[in-house]
């Protein structure tokens, strides 16, 4: 491959290239002494002014402003999800379970299958566990066992 290459530049060297036939202008003046208009000012200009990205090739009544979009975010900023925990549980053919850090409720609070407390929904409650769905998260509740730690 390198052979190849030193060969080509070698023969790229030896050959004369033909001279290009120099002309003298036919006229004394400058060949673009004024532009030549163009219909539009810009195309930038056609763009906005026809609005082409949009459906219905109108300009929107919303403006834009960054300013704005930020002071939107923080308004519509979620809340922090809550600290849940599990405290007790009791299982059975009605099981129920005692959950801390509900949004809404002070303390401690008895739930079962299918109850809402504060935007939660309690889904699942089983021997070693209980599900709860809410605020786009789904939380895993184990009993805490300190003798384990």
Do not use: C
Request: avoid cysteine.
């Amino acid at each position: 491959m390198a052979i190849l290459g030193v060969v080509a530049i070698a023969r790229a060297a030896a050959s004369h290239p033909a001279p290009l036939p120099v002309t003298a202008p036919s006229r004394a003046e400058p060949l673009f002494d004024r532009p030549v208009p163009y219909p539009a000012d810009s195309l930038f200009v056609i763009t906005v002014q026809r609005d082409v990205f949009r459906a219905d090739r109108h300009a929107t009544t919303v403006s834009y402003d960054p300013s704005q979009l930020a002071v939107a975010a923080a308004v519509q900023a979620s809340p922090p999800k809550p600290a849940l925990a599990l405290v007790g549980l009791a299982t059975g053919n009605h099981p129920i379970a005692v959950l801390e850090g509900l949004p809404g409720a002070d303390g401690p609070r008895v739930v079962r299958v299918g109850d809402v407390v504060g935007g939660l929904r309690i889904t699942g409650i089983e021997k070693d566990r209980v599900l709860v769905i809410g605020m786009d998260t789904t939380w895993v509740l184990k009993m805490r066992e300190p003798w384990k730690q």
